[in-house]
């Protein structure tokens, strides 16, 4: 061997054993979801599922953090500033795209803040009320409510969020006038549902969907193009009278923008191979969720596209929050 040829070896060595920054022996402790809602909320039962999931795949315990508040922007912001290690990531929902116009001032910019690592999973919002409500459908519920201007409430998980929106774009299209009470998680909202402090709400199907079943609330439409396969007789709200009428609840796993793009794409293989075991999608079935694994590219092109498409939409229905 040439004194030149031996020095390429142990240059290439030491490169080698040099280079623990990205997924080099990654990940070394515990890794980090965090949630912007409340614990039973629909992003947070999401989240679990893929949380446990991909532990299994790291060799290291994913763990959820709930940091609930201010439309969930507290824990989007938290992770716009977080070290950019891997080890403290994001689930987001479609309401990181809605409050990017919708509020007049965000200490963050998902597009620019964010490496985007999976779409993790969709689902529509179900228009539910209290069963004392004496509207048994969307059409008798327009009509109840357009004879009571600003008498009847709604909830939301926060000004801007998906929930929020949902209402909104039903409330534009119908021309209603409502008033829009914000919890701080789905469960919290559901509670004074049940209790009749709420008249009606557009919540996550997987925390709606067992008080739907017990009958402890009215479903009245899903937000999607289709029905939902766990609630079959329950109608489409444009089938039901709000023809064009369409919003899914989305999720998204997320990285500060820093991330070295090899613990970007070790966190995608993980989530993926999650989201696509059986385990997995038997029961994000039956909370009537549908796993929606991606690359990072198309992640980010999807954040780009659902911002573009709802700043639109938070135009049109005068939308902004201070």
Not at 211 to 221: D, E, I, P, S, Y
């Amino acid at each position: 061997m040439t004194g030149s040829a031996a020095r390429i070896i142990a240059l290439a060595a030491c490169a080698l054993y040099a280079a623990p920054l990205g997924a080099q022996g990654y990940p070394v402790k515990p890794v980090r979801i965090v949630v912007g809602f409340s614990a039973g909320s629909t992003t947070d039962l999401i989240g679990r599922v893929l949380a446990a999931k991909m532990g299994e795949g790291l060799g290291q315990p994913v763990v959820v953090d709930n940091r609930p508040g201010a439309g969930a922007n507290i824990a989007a912001e938290l992770i716009s500033k977080a070290p950019p290690d891997g080890y403290t990531a994001l689930l987001a929902n479609a309401g990181i795209a809605t409050g990017a116009t919708a509020y007049v001032k965000l200490n963050f910019n998902a597009l620019r803040d964010f490496a985007p690592v999976s779409q993790v999973s969709a689902t529509p919002h179900i228009l539910v009320t209290h069963p004392s409500l004496p509207t048994k459908s969307v059409k008798e519920l327009i009509a109840f409510t357009r004879a009571r201007p600003g008498e009847l409430n709604f909830a939301s998980t926060g000004h801007g969020n998906s929930d929020h929106l949902a209402a909104e774009l039903f409330s534009y299209m119908t021309q209603l006038k409502m008033v829009h009470i914000t919890y701080k998680g789905g469960p919290l909202a559901l509670n004074d549902l049940i209790t009749g402090q709420i008249a009606m709400y557009f919540a996550g199907l997987p925390v709606a969907l067992p008080l739907v079943k017990a009958g402890r609330v009215r479903a009245l439409g899903v937000t999607g193009a289709k029905r939902a396969s766990t609630l079959p007789d329950v109608p489409t709200v444009a089938e039901a009278g709000v023809p064009g009428y369409e919003h899914i609840l989305w999720s998204m796993l997320m990285l500060p923008a820093a991330t070295p793009k090899d613990v970007v794409a070790r966190l995608n293989r993980e989530a993926v191979k999650a989201l696509s075991a059986p385990d997995v999608r038997e029961r994000y079935a039956g909370m009537g969720v549908e796993p929606t694994g991606s690359t990072t590219e198309q992640a980010a092109a999807y954040l780009k596209s659902e911002t573009d498409k709802y700043a639109k939409v938070v135009k049109a229905i005068g939308l902004r929050i201070e």
